[in-house]
């Protein structure tokens, strides 16, 4: 159960900072509000993972998924440019967030 909560929870980590950089310094409310909901829900999950994942590793799972969801959400958008090196760059995080499953 941790480690759905900890995905769950990686996968709101990139909600909310999508829905931060879409807030415009908090001045749009709608984004603003899915933000801190967003930011609230993640890191009580990650709290929750935490009591049963060792530190390091629900963490960098966490910033993993939400690292490479809020990057591809971006290139999918055309907010940012899709390139070779940088698909490699995000499998390498991929590939380690799975390793750090597959070792714990």
Do not use: C, H, N, Q
């Amino acid at each position: 159960m941790s480690w759905f909560v900890l995905i769950l929870s990686g996968v709101l980590e990139a909600v909310w900072a999508t829905a931060l950089g879409k807030s415009e310094g908090f001045s749009k409310l709608g984004p603003s509000l899915a933000f801190g909901v967003a930011l609230v829900a993640s890191m009580g999950g990650l709290a929750y993972a935490m009591r049963d994942l060792p530190v390091g590793t629900a963490y960098a799972v966490w910033v993993g998924i939400g690292a490479v969801l809020t990057v591809a959400y971006a290139m999918a958008t055309g907010e940012e440019t899709v390139s070779v090196l940088k698909l490699v760059f995000l499998a390498m995080i991929v590939g380690g967030v799975v390793g750090l499953k597959l070792s714990a």
